[in-house]
Every structure is written in structure tokens, then in C-alpha cells.
């Protein structure tokens, strides 16, 4: 391998590169842009333009694509080479035009009824907070998606957006504490991706997870993760091939890869970045993915990253570490050593505390899809219900404030912020309630209700939003105050009281917490079409609209995105049981019983019926099985065909969650319960055992 600091965002046009090849007003003035967050003059572009053209050339680029993140959930990318005529000779050329302002005819990308078909375009530009970079010989311009209305066709407008949003009020709240050098706030995001790799030869002989990602049938098999020999155990040698590579191809593009490790399921992995600017680090996670799959392929082995590709074991998540910062580098979720530092960080930590409390339905519906569905609440996810988890230290220094209390026994007077310091806590121990869907970890939160698919964007752009609102709420009540400090501490006591039903340090699985949240009156949206019917709750629109994240047409558009996506997956998931059901399983499974039949008539014959009870009985439970599978795929048939009536995207999520997956899950029991028994010889489809440990 070479050397790490020079392979290091060697394909990324970055502050670096920009330096060396811009001339320096140009430089200057791209970097104001940049900072301001306003739009580029043409005549600078044309200059930026050009140099990253020559430099992307130099690296062995002959194509250019603005890159887009659509509201598929994945990236989209269209591209145009470099080529050009000029006096009848070829040349290579990209104008300023092209660097910041695409079009896309792009009619076919979801947009939820913002564009109709015969005003398909879009236009793409580039966020130029978000370097450009080389990705197979394609110079990749990080843009974001609207329609021709200024409409977000996207997931990063409204993070941007947001981005905007928390940066406003944050500085209002700052200004409070005397940070008058702060100019910017930004919230920082590391996120951990899980993911599964099996080998090629054992994926391609299953058509559910060619078209779905997930194993929609599968017994389990004798050994999965109980042992927990797999979690953070030796990685074999093809796997620690693939991280190595894997490494390598992200710190190319300047992502900052850092742990690679198994995770607790057989054949499922981890990989952890370092932080970094939040819309930096969604584009990151997008690019992670798609390398974690294109890498996987040079090994013979494919990257899973459904959210549950097997039943009975651990499905993959995608922890969200998410703090905010001051451009003068100060994280203001972590506790300070004055007591005004420390007033400040428990005022953002209530922000939090708030924010969370008074929009856990958005926080849901960021994170609700098909495949999440699987793991929330199943077991070994964080459940839907969305608590914070402060730790045993934090909780006692909010309950003595709440209280007028002093919180340890060497304070003599009460608990006074911005008075007093408070304890150091260690950090590490702020972290040992796995459970927590939003956990504070010393210096951050870390929400682990994400699904190892969902784009980041989203969620961030929620959790800014009702942040900011909270700050902006914060910076209201206090910029009017005549005494800062006696005002700020009731406010403190204040948020304390209304939103500690938020907070919970126990057991997040246990049953009793769902009967303690429901009293508490927390919201539990187990499935995504129950989340999806809050989005456009009146609050909820007011926050987007109050900080012009989301006009409620837009909010409106992504619901429909939403649900439909919801719709067409289970859909895609239904057909694709039918097939392997009809084709696969059914007819190998009435042939083996056949044979049984014929085997048990031969031997009756010979050694009589009494000496013939494995074949009979198999015999027997297999035709019962057959006809309880049958009738079922005959029912999914029908149910699917009722669906196509249903016009309202709500009433057809509704279908399919309680219809359409109810029929799937009893194929698939009836399906399972065969294979758990079959002759291997005749069984249609690799096992759960061939799959998970598939990689020696
Ligand atoms: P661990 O959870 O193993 O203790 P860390 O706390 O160092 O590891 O980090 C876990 C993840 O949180 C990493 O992706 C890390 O980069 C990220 N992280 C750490 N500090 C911040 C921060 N201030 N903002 C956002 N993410 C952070
Ligand atoms: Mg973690």
C-alpha cells in the first residue's frame, strides 16, 4: 500500500488543491463563497472551472456528472465528457456554466407530485461546501436537486437548509453567552455502517436477494449469532482484504474511514469514520456504500446493506453521531470547566432534550422504511419508541436543578447554573446503555434508530430543524431578559420539567419500558405507515415552514415519495416470494414428498406399513405444508391484485402492512418449516448456514 497521508483525498479537488492550482484571488474568492454559503459569480467559476477540469484531466478523468442525491435513497449521476469542438479540432472543456448550474431531465426520479411528467426537468447545483472528486474516471460535482420552482427533489436541500437554520439560531443563543467571535455553527456528524458480506456464488442462486437485498425465506440455521464469537473476533483473511481496500478507496476520496470490525451477526461488519460537517459527512456515507458494494464485488462477495437480510439474527444499523461546533472549535454538547461554560452547555443540552421530546415523530419518520421496520422493536434494535439516555451523572445534576437541590454531598447550597461547575463525568461511562435510540456519549449524541440503508441527509436535516427551533425558542426568552442568569436558570428548570419524560437511562427492550413510555405518553410508531400519517401534522409543518427547511408542498411530496417507495418495495418483496414460492420451493417440495410417497408404498409392500412411519409421516406433514403455502400464494396473489385498486398512497401502505406482509409471513412460515426438514438434495435454495458462512 502507499503512504496513507499521500493517497489521502488524492481524487478530491479540495482546499489544498484549490489553493495550488487557483490563482489567488480567484482562491480568495472562492473560499468567501464558500463560507457565506452565497451563489458563485460566473466570472470566478469559469476560472475554478477550468483549473479543476485540468486537474481532474491530470488524474485520468475524460467525464464530468453532477452528483445528486434523488429521493430514491441512492446517488444519481449523469455524464458528460470533457469532448468538445473548437475550429474543427477536439478539445477538452468545461465553462464555469457547467461547473455550477445543471439540467437534468430527470422525469423519472421520484418527486411526489412536485413535477408532472411534461415539466420534467430539474436543475442540479453545486454545493460547493462539498468538495468535487474523482470516482471511475468521472470528475463528480457535488450538487443539490430542485426543480425549476426552487422545489428540494432531493435529500440535501433541506439539509443544507437546516444546516442554515441551527447556524442562525445558534449564534443567537452564543451572542447571549458573550461568543462574539463565533461566526458560524455547524453540526458535525460520524456515521457508523453496518453491512453483511456473503459470497457471490451463494447470493446469485437467491432471486430475493438479487431483488430485494433480504432473505425472504431461510430456516434458521443450527448456529447463528449466540456463541458471539463473530463480534469484534479475528477478521478472516478475504474480509481483512476488503476492509484493506475498502480503506484505501475511501481515503481517496477524502473519507475519513477509521475502525473496520465484525459486528455481533455472522458475516456482518462495522466501519466507523471520523466526524466530520454534516452535509460532508451524508455525501461520505452515500459514497461508503456504494464503495463497500463495488469493493465487495473484487472479492468474489456482495455487500448486503438491507436492514434485516436474515431473520434471527442482528439486522444493521447506522449510528448517527451528531454534535455541533463553533467555527472557533468549540463542541457545545460537551461540558465545559467555568461555570458559564458549563451554563452554555446545558442550555444546548436542552435544546436537545426539547427538541427531541417535541418532535420524536419526526425523528421516527426520518428513519421509517420497509426494511427499518424489521429492527425497530425487533429485539435487538432500539425499539420506535425515542428516548434520550444521559447517563446516571447528567440525569442527577438535571434532577438538582429541577429540584433546588445541591447534586452531591460536598456541595452545601443548591445547584446554581452559571454559578457553578459541575462534576466531571467520565465519558465512557455515558455510554454503556446500548439500547438508547439517542444516546449522549460525553461529547455528542449518537442516534441508532437509522437503518444501515437510510441516507443520512434526512434525519440531519430533522434533527437541526427541531433544534434550531428550540434555540430560536431559547434566544427569544432570553434575549428580552434584564437578569441573564436568574432567567437562564429557570429556563433550564423549566425545559427540565416539561421534557424529562424524554429522558431514560433503563433497559430500552424491555417490555416494561413500553408500558412506562405509553404512560409517559411517548409516541411508539412501530411501522413506517403509522409514522408517515404525523408528517404533516400541523406542528410539524409549522417548524419546517418557520425555518424555511420544507414548504408544506414539499413536505407533502417527500410523504407521498415516502409511502409510495414503502408500497413498491413490499411489492417488489411479495412478487418475488410468489416466485421463488410457485417456481422454487412448491414444485421441488411436491416432487421430494412424491418420491417419500413412492419410497413409502415400495417399502409397505415389502416390510409392511407399521415399519414405514418416517416416509408416511413426512408424507403427510409435507402435503399439509404444500397446501397451507399454496392457498396462501393464491391469497398474496389476490391481495396484490385488490392493491392495484386502491388509488390513495396512505390506504395502499395500509394494504400492504397489514395485508400483503401478513400473507408473506405466512408463506414464509409454511415454507421454512419445510426446508427445516427437506432433503438438502432437494431443497431449491442456499441455506441460511450457506449464506452466513459463506465467507471462509
Ligand atoms: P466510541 O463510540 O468507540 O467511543 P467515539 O466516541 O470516538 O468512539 O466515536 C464514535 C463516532 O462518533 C465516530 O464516528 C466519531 O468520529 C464520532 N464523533 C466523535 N465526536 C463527534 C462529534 N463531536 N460530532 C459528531 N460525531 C462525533
Ligand atoms: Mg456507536
Not at 469542438?85 to 465553462?95: A, C, E, R, V, Y
Request: charged share 25%; glycine share 6%; proline share 3%.
Amino acid at each position: 500500500m502507499s503512504n496513507v497521508t499521500d493517497i489521502f483525498a488524492s481524487m478530491v479537488f479540495d482546499d489544498a488543491a484549490m489553493e495550488a492550482r487557483l490563482p489567488k484571488e480567484t482562491y480568495k474568492l472562492l473560499q468567501k463563497t464558500i463560507k457565506d454559503g452565497k451563489h458563485l459569480d460566473l466570472g470566478v467559476a469559469n476560472i475554478v472551472a477550468a483549473a479543476m477540469k485540468d486537474w481532474a484531466i491530470e488524474l485520468g478523468a475524460t467525464h464530468y456528472s453532477h452528483w445528486f442525491q434523488p429521493m430514491t435513497g441512492i446517488t444519481a449521476e449523469k455524464h458528460d465528457s470533457f469532448i468538445n469542438t473548437k475550429g474543427g479540432k477536439l478539445i477538452m472543456d468545461f465553462s464555469g456554466k457547467e461547473l455550477i448550474k445543471g439540467e437534468s431531465d430527470a422525469s423519472s426520479f421520484p418527486s411526489g407530485g412536485l413535477r408532472a411528467t411534461f415539466e420534467a426537468r430539474g436543475y442540479t447545483a453545486w454545493d460547493a461546501t462539498s468538495y468535487a472528486f474523482i470516482k471511475d474516471g468521472v470528475l463528480c460535482i457535488p450538487t443539490v436537486f430542485c426543480s425549476y420552482g426552487g422545489e428540494a427533489l432531493d435529500q440535501k436541500t433541506a439539509l443544507l437548509r437546516s444546516m442554515e437554520a441551527i447556524n442562525r439560531q445558534a449564534i443567537r443563543v452564543l451572542k447571549l453567552f458573550g461568543n462574539d467571535n463565533v461566526t458560524s455553527v455547524k453540526t458535525t456528524v460520524g456515521a457508523e455502517q453496518e453491512y453483511f458480506l456473503i459470497d457471490k456464488s451463494v447470493f446469485d442462486k437467491r432471486k430475493d436477494l438479487i431483488y430485494t437485498g433480504r432473505t425472504l425465506f431461510g430456516a434458521r440455521a443450527p448456529k447463528g449469532q449466540e456463541l458471539d464469537d463473530h463480534y469484534f473476533g479475528a477478521i478472516k483473511p478475504r474480509v481483512a482484504a476488503f476492509m484493506k481496500e475498502l480503506d484505501e478507496e475511501l481515503w481517496k476520496l477524502g473519507i475519513l474511514s477509521k475502525t473496520e470490525h465484525n459486528e455481533a451477526a455472522p458475516a456482518q461488519h462495522e466501519m466507523a469514520p471520523i466526524f466530520t460537517t454534516t452535509n460532508i459527512a451524508a455525501d461520505h456515507n452515500q459514497l461508503t456504500m456504494e464503495l463497500m458494494q463495488k469493493v465487495a464485488k473484487r472479492y468474489d462477495m456482495v455487500c448486503l446493506l438491507h436492514e434485516k437480510p436474515f431473520a434471527g439474527v442482528n439486522g444493521s444499523g447506522k449510528h448517527n453521531n451528531w454534535s455541533i461546533s463553533t467555527d472557533t472549535g468549540i463542541n457545545l454538547l460537551e461540558p465545559g470547566e467555568t461555570p458559564y461554560e458549563n451554563a452554555q452547555f446545558l442550555l444546548f443540552l436542552c435544546a436537545v432534550i426539547k427538541a427531541v421530546d417535541d418532535y420524536q415523530d419526526l425523528l421516527r419518520i426520518s428513519v421509517a422504511s420497509a426494511g427499518n421496520d424489521h429492527r425497530l422493536g425487533a429485539g435487538e434494535a432500539p425499539p420506535a419508541i425515542i428516548s434520550i439516555f444521559l447517563g446516571s451523572e447528567l440525569s442527577e445534576i438535571l434532577e438538582a436543578i429541577e429540584n433546588d437541590e445541591n447534586y452531591d454531598t460536598k456541595q452545601k447550597d443548591i445547584l446554581r447554573v452559571g454559578v457553578h461547575t459541575l462534576p466531571k463525568f467520565p465519558k465512557d461511562t455515558t455510554d454503556r446503555n446500548r439500547t438508547s435510540p439517542f444516546a449522549f456519549t460525553g461529547n455528542k449524541f449518537e442516534f441508532r434508530m437509522l437503518g444501515s440503508a437510510t441516507p443520512i441527509s434526512f434525519t440531519n436535516a430533522v434533527l437541526n430543524t427541531a433544534v434550531a427551533e428550540s434555540l430560536r425558542m431559547f434566544a427569544d426568552r432570553l434575549e428580552e431578559s434584564k437578569d441573564f442568569e436568574k432567567d437562564l436558570h429557570a429556563l433550564i428548570k423549566e425545559i427540565i420539567t416539561n421534557h424529562k419524560r424524554i429522558i431514560f437511562n433503563g433497559d430500552g427492550y424491555d417490555d416494561a419500558w413500553i408500558k412506562e413510555a405509553e404512560k409517559r405518553g411517548l409516541s411508539n410508531l412501530r411501522t413506517t405507515p403509522e409514522a408517515l400519517s404525523h408528517m404533516l401534522d400541523n406542528k410539524n409543518v409549522e417548524l419546517f415552514e418557520t425555518h424555511k427547511v420544507f414548504s408544506r408542498t414539499e413536505l407533502q411530496a417527500r410523504t407521498e415519495v415516502l409511502l409510495e417507495s414503502y408500497c413498491k418495495i413490499i411489492n417488489i418483496e411479495a412478487l418475488t416470494m410468489l416466485d421463488m414460492a410457485r417456481k422454487g420451493i412448491l414444485p421441488a417440495m411436491s416432487k421430494y414428498s412424491g418420491e417419500l410417497a413412492v419410497t413409502a408404498r415400495e417399502k409397505a409392500a415389502l416390510i409392511g406399513k407399521n415399519n414405514v412411519k418416517y416416509e408416511i409421516e413426512q408424507v403427510k406433514m409435507f402435503s399439509s405444508w404444500i397446501e397451507t403455502a399454496y392457498k396462501t400464494a393464491e391469497r398474496l396473489d389476490e391481495n396484490l391484485q385488490k392493491s392495484k385498486s386502491i388509488k390513495d398512497m396512505a390506504s395502499l401502505a395500509e394494504f400492504y402492512r397489514v395485508h400483503i406482509l401478513e400473507d408473506m409471513k405466512e408463506l414464509r412460515t409454511a415454507c421454512d418449516s419445510m426446508e427445516n426438514v427437506a432433503s438438502i438434495t432437494h431443497w431449491p435454495y442456499p441455506s441460511y448456514g450457506d449464506l452466513l458462512f459463506s465467507v471462509k
